[in-house]
């Protein structure tokens, strides 16, 4: 089994940066996709961007391309979402998903196994 826990979230005023980070604590991470998804109130799950742990390829929504940078951490067994030029509609809560690497990357949400609890992010003045 793999828990999956986030961390970084908080309030950030618009144009701010803000980094998330996934811990994987269970399973190394070498093996599989990681995934950053988030949730605004009232709104579907939608996916945010993510990453190939063994080959490194990354893949954003292109609500975030260019804002948003996913990159390892192999010393903590983490993925780091790096976050700037904030906007209010980024306002969500934000998890990070794990699922052996497989095709198609991305994937449906449905298909992704493992999760995290979450964490807020606002972004107001």
């Known amino acids: 089994q793999m828990q999956l826990v986030e961390s970084g979230g908080g309030l950030v005023r618009p144009g701010g940066s803000l980094t998330l980070s996934c811990v994987a604590f269970?399973?190394?991470?070498?093996?599989?996709?990681l995934g950053w998804f988030r949730q605004a109130p009232g709104k579907e799950r939608e996916f945010v961007g993510g990453?190939?742990?063994?080959?490194?390829?990354?893949y954003y929504a292109e609500s975030v391309k260019g804002r948003f940078t996913i990159s390892e951490d192999n010393t903590k067994n983490a993925v780091d979402l790096r976050m700037s030029s904030l906007n209010p509609e980024d306002t969500a809560v934000y998890y990070c998903?794990?699922?052996?690497?497989?095709?198609?990357?991305?994937?449906?949400?449905?298909?992704?196994?493992?999760w995290g609890q979450g964490t807020q992010v606002t972004v107001s003045s």
């Open positions: 998903a794990a699922d052996r690497e497989t095709d198609p990357f991305p994937r449906p949400i449905r298909d992704w196994y493992y």
């Open positions: 269970g399973r190394t991470l070498s093996t599989y996709d």
């Open positions: 990453i190939r742990w063994n080959s490194g390829a990354t």
